[in-house]
């Protein structure tokens, strides 16, 4: 791993040479874990082998579109770490799909799983197109054709993918039903796990499609515990209205915390008497963004920023929030629904600014959690009530804050560096324990 401090190499050069920034994604999360195994004294082999993914997979596979020409596609699979059990990781279906970016989000998910103590490892894949762009029956062509392309190097007991920006429990549904008609008759049904977030009557779990935002509100009422904040009453902007954004909208809208500003990739709105979170929820269920929304004043982005609200929910794409946007943020607490959405110089303004930050691995780590959940039960042929499933979730993301916010007070440091610390030493105890095989 780099040895620079918390802004990654190109940034800094590019800062030295009056050049453009470049965001290297991948660079940011190396330098997150690497402040965090110095500050726990990590053995440095174990910095070297987490410092790159074990296997990075490109595939190129063609497909017939409706009007009869054929079209090249080009898909990702990065597994980054298995040290800790399967592969896991969503498929991203955007794009702006890079390599670059999969290798961050596979690193990203190996800590993730290791906080919050689940048995799998870290990957991530996806094609770079728009799938907005194609017709429902090419979407399903394009990803039955990319599992093909997979092949084995994905399985319920190797590598997990599960949904991500661009896909959703239908895209698993499809590559379930794929994998499945690739091993045969007689392994057809011992394979549900090959994915997760499929459709409850296909194997999925109750609660997965809002387990993402169920534990990024159950983070923010522990910090709103610790901090003597009443979340009833309390205000919110929020960026990114897709299943994340839209589930942390309407389990917030039942605590009494109101939208005043909402953003998508299609612009942004404004409402300060608060939005009503369920018809928004319906609104881009229908029409599949907040473009063209009624009760709302249309916003730029910069206003959208500007806006004076309690907290922010980042739940977009990453590298949203850079230096300017951060010293234009009026809030108390920013919870990173999305994953890397504060890019390093927009993180330093906001801790300068004492302005709390609930990192991605930590708050958005309840999609992989119920994501387990699930798959657990698809290896015992169970179905579980979602009382059940939410009861877990509460337990397992509370017991997580708490081991970040101990661990940060104990050794003075933010809170991403002490979740990426925790992750790491229980990283390193199984590569003590293990070894290295000759």
Request: charged share 25%; proline share 4%; glycine share 10%.
């Amino acid at each position: 791993m780099s040895t620079i401090g918390p802004q990654s190499a190109s940034t800094l050069a590019a800062k030295e040479h009056g050049t453009e920034l470049r965001y290297e994604f991948f660079k940011v999360i190396q330098d997150y874990a690497d402040r965090a195994a110095r500050m726990i004294e990590v053995e440095p082999w174990v910095s070297t082998i987490m410092s790159q993914p074990k296997n990075e997979l490109i595939v190129h596979f063609p497909v017939k579109m409706d009007d009869g020409t054929v079209r090249l596609f080009k898909g990702y699979r990065i597994q980054h770490s298995n040290i800790l059990g399967p592969f896991k990781g969503g498929m991203r279906f955007h794009e702006t799909v890079s390599l670059d970016d999969l290798k961050a989000l596979a690193a990203m998910m190996t800590f993730k799983c290791a906080l919050m103590r689940i048995p799998f490892g870290g990957s991530k894949g996806g094609i770079k197109f728009n799938p907005r762009s194609v017709s429902s029956t090419e979407l399903q062509r394009i990803t039955r054709r990319f599992t093909h392309a997979l092949g084995g190097n994905i399985g319920p007991e190797y590598d997990i993918p599960a949904p991500d920006v661009g896909t959703n429990a239908k895209t698993m549904a499809w590559m379930m039903d794929t994998y499945m008609n690739m091993v045969g008759n007689v392994e057809k049904q011992s394979v549900k796990g090959v994915v997760t977030g499929k459709p409850v009557a296909s194997g999925g779990t109750l609660g997965r499609e809002k387990s993402t935002g169920q534990g990024i509100v159950h983070c923010l009422t522990e910090w709103a515990k610790d901090n003597a904040f009443q979340l009833e009453g309390s205000t919110y902007i929020l960026q990114g209205f897709g299943n994340v954004g839209s589930n942390v909208a309407v389990l917030l809208a039942r605590l009494g915390s109101s939208c005043v500003a909402v953003g998508d990739h299609t612009g942004y709105l404004a409402n300060p008497e608060g939005f009503n979170a369920h018809k928004l929820q319906d609104y881009v269920h229908a029409r599949g963004s907040l473009q063209g929304y009624p009760a709302g004043k249309v916003i730029t982005r910069e206003e959208f920023f500007a806006t004076r609200a309690d907290i922010f929910l980042p739940c977009a794409l990453e590298n949203q929030v850079g230096e300017a946007e951060a010293r234009t943020l009026d809030v108390k607490i920013v919870v990173e629904g999305a994953n890397g959405p504060l890019n390093p110089e927009g993180e330093r303004v906001l801790l300068e600014d004492r302005i709390a930050i609930i990192p991605d691995i930590l708050a958005n780590s309840g999609g992989v959690t119920v994501s387990y959940y699930e798959w657990i039960q698809n290896k015992r042929s169970e179905s579980w009530s979602l009382e059940e499933v939410d009861d877990k979730l509460e337990r397992a993301m509370k017991r997580a804050y708490r081991d970040v916010v101990t661990f940060s007070r104990e050794h003075a440091c933010d809170l991403r560096v002490a979740a990426y610390a925790l992750a790491l030493q229980r990283i390193e105890s199984v590569y003590r324990e293990r070894e290295i095989f000759p």
